[in-house]
């Protein structure tokens, strides 16, 4: 990967901003259609219609050929679920990842919504998979590096008795919709990249039930691969885009 690493201008990041407030507006917005009954394919339609009303263009379509405007993952799979004809039943939970391109930049933002009443286990994923994400972003520090955020995230999602996917995790962004860092859900203090001022990244732990391997399906005409856990266990996964400054950091994909 390459791209992201060089600090922004102070135009860009009014940009960034832009892009990424508009993408935790059209995340917000579709919660209120997440019932029993819609199906992903209707998720996919309505938030291609609001990215479009904001002025936005949705990153995810034709992006190394996936064919949909936002990824939507049901239960077992871990990200990058492509939006389809089964509706939604209760007592699922999902994913639903946005990611706007506006004026050159991107923002992306993703979380999980319950349909309906859900199991326990299942509420207890979601909520540990947001507090991961919280604890990766609480340990941003400029010149920190990528390990601190996922020693961070490992070590509260292990205590909870959950499993950090280690295959996949954040990025650098900006005017790329990936580049580098990666940002890593384990690691160790100190080791990793470098946080750079003034350049963005994502932190979007992807937590799974079981420690049972993830398997990756293609999805037809696109690079883009699905994943989800091998034993039909739950995943569960948050994301911000992050600003670093020179004294912390900024969540950017706020409304
Ligand atoms: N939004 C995803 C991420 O958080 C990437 C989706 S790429 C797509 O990085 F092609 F699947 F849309
Ligand atoms: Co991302
Ligand atoms: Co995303």
Redesign the pocket.
């Known amino acids: 990967m390459r791209g992201n690493v060089e600090p922004l201008t102070q135009d860009e990041i009014r940009k960034m901003k832009r892009a990424c407030r508009l993408a935790a507006q059209t995340l917000e917005y579709v919660k209120a259609f997440v019932k029993p009954g819609v199906t992903t394919n209707e998720i996919d339609q309505i938030v291609h219609e609001h990215t479009l009303s904001l002025g936005a263009r949705p990153a995810p379509l034709n992006y190394h050929g996936f064919p949909k405007s936002v990824c939507t993952s049901v239960n077992s799979c871990i990200c990058h679920g492509v939006p389809d004809d089964r509706p939604l039943q209760e007592g699922d939970i999902v994913n639903i990842d946005v990611t706007h391109e506006v004026d050159g930049f991107y923002g ?1 933002t993703s979380a999980m919504f319950l349909v309906g009443e859900v199991s326990e286990r299942a509420r207890k994923i979601c909520e540990v998979a947001k507090e991961a994400m919280l604890k990766g972003i609480e340990a941003i520090r400029p010149y920190g590096t990528t390990g601190d955020i996922g020693f961070a995230i490992n070590k509260y999602v292990t205590k909870k008795g959950f499993f950090p996917v280690k295959e996949i995790g ?2 650098g962004i900006g005017k790329r919709f990936h580049g580098d860092p990666f940002v890593p859900s384990y690691g160790k203090k100190g080791r990793g990249e470098k946080l750079r001022p003034w350049t963005c990244i ?1 932190v ?1 732990p992807m937590i799974n039930e079981t420690g049972a391997p993830i398997r990756e399906l293609p999805i037809e005409g696109s690079d883009v691969k699905v994943f989800e856990t091998s034993d039909g266990s739950l995943s569960a996964q948050y ?1 911000h885009t992050i600003l670093i400054t020179d004294t912390g950091y900024e969540i950017l994909t706020v409304p």
């Open positions: 992306d954040g990025h994502t979007e994301e």
